[in-house]
């Protein structure tokens, strides 16, 4: 079997790794002993990144408070308080004997993330205030909450057939803080997460969408979806993908993506795209990320006529994760006539099913070449083992 140095481009510039993850037939297929998954007590593990040695991710305000880090956590929590509170408007701090009586309250838990730049180094701490939405009472707090969700097909329909056949530009504009740009029929009604307070209060009566709520993505798609149809009395929308626009004319052509708080534009006329980028500014803040290069954390390369789709740092983090950087690249996912044997039982310390599911997102986003291969290892998910774990699974890395 012909294997490739990193930095050695293959047929077509890709690289596909061979990892074994089941028990395989002796003499069909080669790879390098001691694939562990494990991680030093100085680095914790998120999903499939590695965090930097001395940086952490409390699950709870108590954690972060007893965290190496506690005071950058400290400064995160802050700021989100104060950005809800004052800056966006979204809580009004109340005593709790100044609530409605028989009131429910939710309770509102705290999401904390550390930022990593591109080198995978630590960039910031982000604090997240969300809503446990999952108490509350149809029909007394909540009523509809459908709210459509753009499909990764419509995402290369408008990058591939679209742009690259009638040669237009792909923007990408990010909403800050989208779902607090819209308001909520209904009155909520929370309490802080525990050892928490502000302004001496640890209730807050909620104003605006954040997340958790069942009804904050339908509030906030309907604030999006009446400014885009109102911004252009041109504009149309499409009748099979609610959150595909368009807009033809006789010099014009305009297609607009919605995915959350990013929009993708894909226009012929820059001048359009700045006027438009104002009119978003005029109404909620929004950030101007010029020409797309990462969009559904799918990375995007131009060229002349053509548009590649990569997820190397997504592969880069998830190979590092579970401890296979020295694995020796090989040409096709699967080495031909490879069997795989299913084990006695499974070991619950092997996170097979995560490392599937992550594989399979790498197949259908960026890599479909390897989706047999996740197929065939789908059928051990109740028969692998600790010996030999990480060896038989096929992960895909590509270079650009």
Not at 36 to 57: D, H, K
Not at 128 to 141: A, H, P, S, T
Not at 341 to 364: E, F, H, Q, S, W
Request: proline share 6%; glycine share 6%.
């Amino acid at each position: 079997m012909r294997s490739w140095r990193p930095g050695n481009y293959p047929y077509c510039g890709v690289v596909l790794t061979n990892f074994t993850f089941l028990d395989v037939k002796p003499g069909r297929i080669h790879f390098p002993p001691k694939h562990v998954y494990m991680a030093a007590e100085s680095v914790q593990v998120r999903g499939c990144e590695l965090l930097p040695p001395g940086v952490t991710e409390p699950r709870t305000f108590k954690q972060a408070l007893a965290a190496p880090d506690s005071v950058e956590w400290l400064e995160a929590v802050h700021h989100e308080l104060h950005s809800l509170v004052r800056v966006k408007g979204a809580l009004e701090m109340i005593k709790e004997e100044d609530t409605p009586v028989g009131v429910n309250f939710l309770n509102m838990t705290l999401i904390l993330k550390a930022k990593l730049d591109k080198s995978l180094q630590p960039d910031r701490r982000k604090a997240r205030i969300c809503v446990q939405g999952n108490k509350q009472i149809f029909g007394v707090n909540h009523f509809d909450t459908f709210a459509p969700y753009t499909q990764l097909s419509s995402v290369r329909l408008v990058l591939t057939l679209l742009t690259l056949n009638l040669g237009l530009v792909v923007y990408h504009m990010d909403v800050e803080t989208a779902f607090l740009n819209s308001l909520l029929d209904e009155e909520l009604y929370l309490r802080l997460p525990s050892c928490l307070e502000f302004d001496g209060c640890r209730h807050a009566k909620l104003k605006k969408a954040v997340y958790g709520p069942k009804q904050s993505g339908k509030a906030w798609f309907e604030t999006s979806d009446s400014f885009i149809m109102g911004d252009d009395s041109r504009m149309k929308k499409s009748d099979v993908e609610p959150c595909l626009y368009y807009l033809r004319g006789d010099r014009l052509t305009v297609f607009i993506q919605s995915y959350v708080d990013d929009y993708v534009v894909a226009c012929n006329s820059w001048q359009w795209y700045h006027d438009i980028v104002e009119a978003v500014n005029a109404s909620y803040p929004c950030k101007d990320l010029g020409v797309l290069d990462l969009v559904m954390g799918i990375g995007v390369r131009w060229g002349v006529g053509t548009a590649y789709l990569s997820q190397q740092g997504y592969i880069a983090s998830m190979v590092a994760a579970y401890g296979l950087e020295d694995a020796r690249p090989a040409f096709l996912p699967m080495t031909p006539g490879t069997v795989l044997l299913p084990a006695d039982g499974k070991n619950t310390c092997i996170p097979y099913r995560l490392l599937l599911g992550k594989l399979k997102c790498i197949a259908r986003c960026s890599f479909p070449d390897t989706m047999a291969v996740v197929s065939v290892l789908s059928m051990y998910v109740l028969h692998h083992r600790r010996a030999g774990a990480l060896q038989g699974a096929q992960a895909s890395a590509q270079v650009p």
